[in-house]
């Protein structure tokens, strides 16, 4: 196996190069090279994996050029640099490391509140310069405030838990916080209206979304008190800045502390020089501790996809452990032939995919099976189609896919089950694994034992003496060497069924041939 090779393009700690080569990945460290974008392009088709912070943009652009490009990595939370949709196209794992720095990010909201309200950094400056302005610097108190978290994941309910400490009231806006978990907070639940009314200080926590930008809208920020103040370390764009700005202008807010920016880097920016405004530039996760937690783990995560296919965090794939993935392994490869079997003898408009998992397997993760199948039934219809992109583009066609699950698979250890139903039929194939290869065991309730070849032949047939003669004649006077010849039948002058594998693909003139023979009721080329 060739060694997998991963680009860090942004400043991770410098930790993430030793995991990366401790666990056989090949690494190129270029901590500048997110920012210059005409070097990415050129660079990235080199690399299976590319490891970044937020200076690096994952673009559609640059997602098309990674032609090799197996996983990204995001060591951080926020994944708006990349765009997910391109990468799940390009069947690109996206991975992110929650957790690893919300204590920090937390951390520095609350400091910038303090900062914002005791003006701090004006102080600061203002010392420094030999000046002692005293009456300049009056502040305000948070204890008793009420404290507005708009987003209560993990950075926001770390928030409001160091806010409850400073004996603050929290109220919270998320639509997905339950009362219980409210009530373990110690947070009020409110809907946004009524967290603007409350609020002596907001601070946003969600993530950059459809949804969320502009949550502080223009009518947002004029529905807060008078002298409240803003704080701001999630994204940029969760603000209208100019409304923001007129807000401030106006007197109508006391202040707001911005970590973070509609457009980054921010040279200039109109609030850059308020006397209300705090800034740091996007300093949330800047800390030692964390940035060694993002390293590590966006490290591990993505050498244990690239050497083992484990999937952990990804954004746009289902969650495979190490320990599940050398298990899954020949699954995956047997879920993905017998999608592939169907998808090519499927013509007319699919409506439902049915997978059936039968004994052992049914015990496994079966949604990375489930992709490997529906992938594979797209595959011959939908070039573009992969693992990653193929549950949402079953979705965007309308395609069903249903799996049921099952402990007893007759007389093997596991089986896999696929029915196809188009406008016009259903078609069923079943395979199971002998030691690790997968192996057919069932076409249109027809049993069979047969296994995957390059190429093959796959024909119905009435079953009838001297058919396989004259198939066997045809193929021979046409130069095709047949490696395994497999037959399977519903019952004595039935239905029957050849599946043929060849050592090269067989060509139209060939198959033209195997159909215009007696009893033949169709032939296909197949190939895997
Ligand atoms: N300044 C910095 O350096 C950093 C900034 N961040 C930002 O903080 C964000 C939050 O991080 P986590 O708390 O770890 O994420 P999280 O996913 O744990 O929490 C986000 C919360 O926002 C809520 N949410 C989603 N849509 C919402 C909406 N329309 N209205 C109200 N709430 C909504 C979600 O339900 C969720 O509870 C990240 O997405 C990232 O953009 C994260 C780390 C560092
Ligand atoms: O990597 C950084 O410094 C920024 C972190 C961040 O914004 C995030 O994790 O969402």
């Not at 410098?14 to 090949?26: P, S, Y």
């Not at 008078?226 to 800045?241: F, H, M, P, Q, S």
């Not at 099976?369 to 992969?386: F, R, Y």
């Amino acid at each position: 196996m060739t060694m997998p090779k991963v680009l860090v393009s942004d400043a991770l700690s410098e930790t993430a190069v030793q995991i990366f080569r401790d666990r056989g990945v090949e690494v190129d460290f270029e901590p500048k090279l997110g920012k210059d974008k005409e070097k990415l392009l050129s660079v990235i088709d080199k690399y299976d994996g590319l490891a970044i912070r937020s200076a690096t943009k994952a673009t559609a652009d640059v997602i098309a050029a990674a032609k090799n490009l197996k996983v990204i990595g995001r060591a951080g939370i926020g994944v708006d640099n990349v765009d997910i949709p391109a990468a799940t196209a390009a069947g690109v794992v996206v991975m992110n490391t929650p957790y690893g720095n919300a204590i920090t990010t937390a951390e520095h909201a609350i400091a910038m509140m303090f900062s914002l309200v005791r003006k701090i950094p004006q102080a600061n400056k203002s010392t420094h310069q030999g000046k002692w302005e005293k009456s300049a610097f009056m502040g305000a108190e948070v204890f008793s405030k009420t404290l507005g978290v708009i987003g209560c994941g993990n950075i926001g309910a770390i928030v409001a838990d160091r806010a409850i400490g400073l004996k603050m009231r929290v109220v919270a806006f998320d639509p997905f916080l339950n009362e219980e978990r409210a009530l373990e907070l110690g947070v009020e639940k409110a809907d946004l209206d009524t967290l603007l009314a409350k609020a002596d200080i907001v601070t946003l926590h969600t993530p950059l979304t459809d949804q969320t930008r502009n949550i502080l809208s223009r009518e947002n920020i004029a529905k807060l008190k008078k002298g409240a103040y803003i704080v701001n370390c999630a994204r940029g764009g969760l603000v209208d800045e100019e409304a923001l700005k007129d807000a401030l202008d106006e007197g109508h807010l006391a202040g707001a502390a911005l970590d973070v920016y509609a457009t980054e880097p921010a040279i200039e920016h109109p609030l850059f020089g308020h006397p209300g405004v705090v800034a740091t530039p996007h300093l949330g996760a800047s800390t030692t501790e964390a940035q060694e937690n993002v390293a590590i783990q966006v490290a591990e995560q993505m050498s244990d996809y690239l050497m083992r296919g484990a999937v952990s965090n990804a954004l746009n794939s289902p969650s495979v452990t190490a320990e599940e993935a050398p298990r899954l392994k020949p699954f995956i490869a047997l879920a993905e032939k017998l999608g592939l079997f169907a998808g090519q003898l499927t013509q007319t408009g699919l409506k439902k995919i049915e997978i059936s998992f039968e004994g052992e397997v049914a015990s496994l993760n079966t949604k990375p099976l489930t992709a490997s199948v529906v992938a594979g039934v797209l595959k011959p219809m939908l070039a573009e189609v992969n693992v990653v992109n193929a549950p949402v583009v079953a979705k965007e066609r309308g395609i069903s896919v249903a799996e049921t699950s099952r402990d007893d698979a007759d007389s093997y250890d596991s089986v896999i089950r696929l029915k196809i139903v188009t406008e016009k039929q259903e078609r069923t194939v079943s395979g199971t694994i002998f030691g690790s290869t997968p192996r057919i065991i069932e076409i249109k309730g027809v049993e069979m034992e047969a296994g995957f070849a390059s190429h093959m032949l796959y024909a119905t047939n009435e079953d009838k003496p001297g058919f396989i003669g004259t198939l066997g004649q045809t193929l021979g006077e046409a130069g095709v060497n047949i490696a395994t010849f497999n037959l399977g039948r519903s019952g004595q002058g039935e239905g029957a069924i050849a599946l043929v594998a060849v050592d090269e693909p067989l060509t139209d003139d060939v198959l033209e041939k195997v159909r215009a023979l007696p009893h033949v009721k169709q032939a296909t080329a197949l190939s895997f």
